[in-house]
């Protein structure tokens, strides 16, 4: 499993024009997933997200996870492109996302135990849909976390 995290002063997401999930200040959070993925996967990567400290402290120093910073929420989108492939040639290859029937249980498990996390719901898109990202990074600040590249 993979994500993008970004730390944000506001992001919303839109299907056909219709907005599905917004959040201020926070994390949008584009999450990829392949058929080696699972519950292990899921519990890694939000446990990582909940402490991630990328918001600055009162010296400015990025120290605070999202936690300690009042009114910041989370908005997560399905990616399936950042499974992507571009080892051969210049078409992207996708065959290590997984497919719905896999990839839609694990995606929904990965937003229930971040909510469960947090303490509140998490506002997200529409898993397979032609979607509309809109954000404003903060910083910028970007991080790239694959649950298969882990620093032990």
Request: glycine share 10%; proline share 5%; hydrophobic share 40%.
């Amino acid at each position: 499993m993979r994500v993008v995290i970004q730390r944000v002063s506001r992001a919303s997401v839109s299907v056909g024009g219709e907005e599905k999930g917004r959040i201020g200040r926070g994390m949008a959070i584009l999450v990829g997933v392949c058929d080696q993925d699972g519950d292990e996967d899921i519990e890694y990567l939000c446990q990582k997200i909940v402490k991630l400290r990328i918001f600055p402290d009162a010296d400015g120093v990025m120290n605070l996870p999202l936690t300690a910073v009042d009114g910041a929420n989370v908005l997560v989108v399905s990616q399936f492109t950042l499974m992507a492939s571009t080892r051969k040639g210049n078409r992207p290859s996708y065959i290590r996302a997984s497919r719905p029937e896999v990839a839609v249980p694990l995606y929904e498990r990965f937003v229930s135990r971040l909510a469960e996390l947090l303490g509140h719901n998490i506002p997200t898109g529409v898993f397979g849909a032609d979607m509309q990202l809109e954000l404003v990074n903060d910083g910028p600040v970007t991080i790239i976390i694959d649950s298969h590249e882990r620093d032990f």
